[in-house]
């Protein structure tokens, strides 16, 4: 019960979107796709569903499904603006898989049933009979959820599905888009530029970048080692030092030497006892903490943070402890 | 005091063309019904009941509804697969079939009528289907005429949906008939009842096709009202139907523009780009190929007859003497003029029809697109909207035979007035130029007009800065489209052609009714040079790529 695709390539009008991607989404398990805008991901999932021609092949458990039409592949796609039918009610949107594989008196009472639960599922009950454009943002990406899942597709495919959201109720329905996948035991692949939003809904992590894949892992292996400097920095690192630099970073933090290090911008402490020197050039506040800017001695300008208990201003001398569980080492290119 | 003076300048503007529609519009029809309802100076509605009551009237009215009840249902048919092939798929050569199948639209009905005649007829290449007189021909002369509105109208509509819908459907498993049916289907549903409701009219109110095939046999209102004016000379009842076809023409368009006004606002306009044709395409795609082949025949065998020349001891040969013998004017004496002649007068008439289409319709819709600022501001530019719209329903006929009786004494004694057909000619085309520079610019944002204002900017100079530069181009192709209209004009022209100085619609429908041993061969030689005139007209209108031109 695995999806398996091998060596995917999508091309709009001969400039390749997708080049030879290859990945396998184990069963019940979440597979977050993470690239920057344009990088082809979107073009990889509607590859994925039939919506494209594609080369290279797409299968599910062994049997090949890349010559099937989207309709007979059995994975469900849900788009980044939810796309609901706008003359039907939520109802008959969210039924509106089970009405294409039955009809009749005892489908329609079982629709009903299903079409109830899912709403539940997704937290609007009572909402069958509104339509879609009296919905909020939010409502509507939750009723495109329910329509989705409603005829237990074996995969679903996730269009960014959370974007086109405001900050706060991103993630707010993140957390609960994790927590109705893995109630329904759903397979499930999902693209995003959102690195947030891949951490709390996945459990594996595809990064692509310019049409390849260029990492794949368990989330925080990914997130503890990437695989190069680009995407450490899209993986949330603050800056990239390289050569010497990295090296005095690395040793402060007590690890091995390599080509390169990411840094996070909390990995640089104040601490009396560290081993880096440096003059604060700026300060500023927030709720937890103290985020400092530090012309380090020979290794120029690194983001520090300081607990908000620690009086110091501009011009001051600071000595800087780096917290090793916040720097990855990075192969040279 | 800005107010009155803004509703002043408004009304200004509605002046002319109030003025006009009152003069050449409403005062003839008003006439032609008053022509019905008055006998002998006392108001009798009886006399129009006798009309209605009698057989062949029933006859009439029962054939009009039929043949365009089912002429229009076909041409739905054929022209669904044809504009989603031209208008979602992207092969090569589509925009040449594209145009193809547009043609037909533009052609003057009386060319179109030739065609079928020259296509069906004893000599024709389906002579021997024995089509020619029957019922079938008049519908398919109808249907090939009107399946390029369907095409036009659907096809526009079918272009902007959000191609997204139908693929969250098929993603949930929806096979392609299902994601028609569920999804493309409500959305489209109202482009094709507007076109259905327009081709309806259309048919209910075609002239020449039906003349010219229907003969005697089978004739609609509007042939009626012809032959009832020019051969019976029983102006009461044809008074009476013209009335009975304002009724229910003014019904329709009402309902139309019930349909129409609604662009339903759940779909999301988006132009899809169109994709490469799959597997399950063919059948639209071989659908869209028949279609084509069923326009080109007529026109292919009109433009080969017009190469043949009988000889005049039965046979034909290939020849250009038909061509010829437009310098001269025809066998017996049919003509008063050399056809060459006529296509002069054709063009003369067409660019004054154009001038005062362009100038009436422009001044209109700069009108119907200001914003209202009152409720009964824009309930007058409602009723305006739907009273300019009334020459496209109210018939050519009905229009041209007002003229006659109306505006023949001091001090309107304008029969001789070299501008009355362009006039009429103007009236008639003037819908589609509103309905083409509406859309245009309403679609400016008024929010621009207001921040020309707040640079300095007065109400010319933002219009010159704002409008303009948007709406030049479909004020080229209305014009275009005017002048195609108007070159194929036959309705009302029939009437107001003075003998000696014919259009050429009128020339070819006095040729093809005159015996004469080259007059025939005449007829379609001009049909090839009036079709080829008008079609190189609307391909340079097409190049404009104008999408709201000629969707009504």
């Known amino acids: 019960m695995t999806l398996t695709i091998r060596d995917l390539s999508v ?51 062994g049997e090949d499904v890349t010559r099937l039409p989207t309709h007979r592949r059995g994975f469900a796609l849900m788009f980044q603006d939810g796309q609901l039918f706008d003359h039907l009610t939520v109802g008959r949107n969210v039924g509106y898989a089970l009405r294409l594989r039955s009809r009749g008196r005892a489908a329609r009472a079982t629709e009903h049933a299903r079409v109830e639960e899912l709403l539940a599922l997704v937290g609007l009950e009572g909402y069958a009979d509104r339509l879609p454009r009296t919905l909020s943002g939010g409502e509507r990406q939750r009723v495109a959820l329910a329509r989705s899942l409603a005829h237990q597709p074996r995969l679903l495919l996730l269009d960014e599905p959370l974007s086109a959201l405001d900050a706060g109720l991103r993630r707010h329905l993140a957390g609960e888009l994790r927590e109705i996948l893995t109630r329904a035991g759903t397979t499930a692949l999902m693209v995003t530029h959102d690195h947030e939003e891949a951490f709390s809904v996945a459990d594996r992590l595809a990064v692509m970048r310019e049409g390849r894949l260029v990492q794949e ?10 695989v190069d400097a680009g995407t450490a920095l899209f993986l ?98 | 005091m800005t107010t009155t003076r803004r509703l002043l300048g408004l009304g200004a503007l509605g002046l002319l063309p109030a003025a006009v529609l009152g003069v ?32 062949r009237t029933g006859r009439v009215v029962w054939f009009t509804v039929w043949s365009s009840a089912v002429a229009t249902l076909v041409a739905v048919l054929l022209g669904l697969p044809a504009a989603y092939s031209l208008h979602r ?80 459907a098929a993603a949930l498993g929806a096979s392609p008939a299902q994601v028609f049916r569920t999804v493309t289907w409500p959305a489209l549903r109202p482009a094709v009842v507007s076109a259905a409701s327009v081709v309806f009219l259309f048919c209910a109110t075609g002239f020449g096709v039906v003349l010219v095939l229907g003969g005697l046999a089978f004739s609609t209102v509007e042939t009626e009202i012809y032959l009832l004016t020019t051969d019976l000379l029983d102006l009461q009842a044809a008074a009476a139907l013209s009335l009975v076809q304002l009724v229910a023409v003014t019904g329709l368009l009402v309902l139309a523009g019930r349909l129409r006004a609604v662009p339903d606002p759940t779909v999301r306009r988006t132009t899809a780009p169109p994709r490469r044709p799959r597997r399950g395409d063919l059948a639209p795609l071989g659908a869209t190929a028949l279609l084509l082949l069923a326009i080109a025949t007529p026109v292919l065998s009109l433009v080969v007859g017009s190469f043949r020349e009988a000889l005049p001891g039965g046979g034909s040969t290939w020849s250009l003497e038909n061509y010829r013998a437009l310098t001269g004017q025809g ?55 739907g009273l300019f719209m009334l020459p496209l329903g109210v018939s050519a006929v009905t229009l041209g ?79 275009g489209f005017a002048f195609a209209v108007s070159l194929g004009e036959f309705g009302a022209t029939s009437f107001l052609a003075r003998p ?53």
Request: hydrophobic residues 50%; aromatic residues 4%.
């Open chain 2, 24 to 55: 050449f519009f409403l005062l003839p029809v008003s006439g032609m019904v008053a022509r019905g309802l008055v006998v002998d100076g006392s108001f009798e509605p009886g006399a129009v009941l006798e009309v209605l009551t009698r057989p």
């Open chain 1, 236 to 333: 949330g690192y603050a800056r990239v030092l390289e050569g010497d630099a990295a090296r005095r970073v690395l040793a402060a933090a007590g690890a091995p030497a390599a080509a390169a290090v990411a840094v996070r911008r909390s990995a640089v402490v104040v601490d009396e006892r560290g081993p880096l020197e440096g003059e604060v050039r700026s300060i500023r506040s927030t709720p937890q903490l103290q985020r400092l800017v530090v012309a380090v001695d020979g290794l120029g300008d690194l983001d520090a943070v300081a607990p908000l208990d620690h009086r110091t201003s501009p011009g001051d001398r600071v000595r800087l402890g780096v917290d090793v569980t916040r720097v990855a080492a990075l192969a040279g290119d």
């Open chain 1, 11 to 61: 091309a709009y009008d001969d400039v390749p979107a997708v080049r030879g991607v290859s990945l396998e989404v184990p069963d019940g398990s979440v597979l977050a796709v993470l690239g920057p805008s344009g990088c082809g991901k979107s073009t990889l999932l509607r590859g994925v569903a039939g919506l494209e021609q594609a080369t290279g092949s797409v299968a599910w458990d």
């Open chain 1, 217 to 226: 892992g368990p989330i925080d292996e990914v997130w503890r080692s990437p």
């Open chain 2, 500 to 552: 000696d100085a014919p259009t050429l619609p009128v020339v070819i429908f006095r040729l093809i009714g005159h015996p004469g041993r080259l007059n025939y061969g005449m007829a379609l030689a001009a049909c090839v040079v009036l079709a080829a005139t008008t079609a190189l007209v609307m391909l340079a209108v097409e190049r404009l790529r104008v999408p709201s031109l000629g969707a009504l």
């Open chain 2, 89 to 168: 798929l992207e092969w090569t050569g589509r925009r040449v079939v594209r145009a193809c199948l547009l043609v037909p639209f533009v052609l003057p009905t009386v060319v179109v009528g030739v065609a079928f005649r020259q296509l069906i007829g004893e000599s024709g290449p389906l002579g021997p289907l024995a089509l020619d007189g029957t019922a079938w021909a008049i519908l398919a002369g109808l249907v090939f005429f009107n399946v390029s509105v369907v095409i036009r109208v659907v096809g526009s509509a079918w272009e902007s949906l959000d191609s997204r819908p139908g693929e969250a």
């Open chain 2, 401 to 479: 035979f007002g003229f006659l009786i109306t505006l023949d004494e001091p001090p309107l004694d304008l029969r001789d007035s070299p501008l009355l057909i362009p006039l009429a000619q103007a009236l008639v085309a003037l819908p589609l130029v509103v309905r083409t520079l509406v859309p245009v610019l309403a679609g400016v944002d008024d929010r621009l007009r207001q921040a020309a204002a707040s640079l300095g900017a007065g109400p010319v100079r933002a219009l010159l800065t704002v409008d303009l530069p948007v709406v030049w181009r479909p004020l080229l192709a209305s014009g």
């Open chain 2, 331 to 385: 066998d017996n004496q049919a003509l008063l003029v050399p056809v060459a002649d006529a296509l002069v007068t054709s063009i003369r008439v067409a660019v004054d029809a154009t001038w005062m289409a362009l100038l009436l319709g422009g001044l209109l819709a700069v009108l119907l697109t200001r914003r209202s600022r009152s409720r009964t501001e824009r309930r007058v530019r409602s009723v305006l909207d």
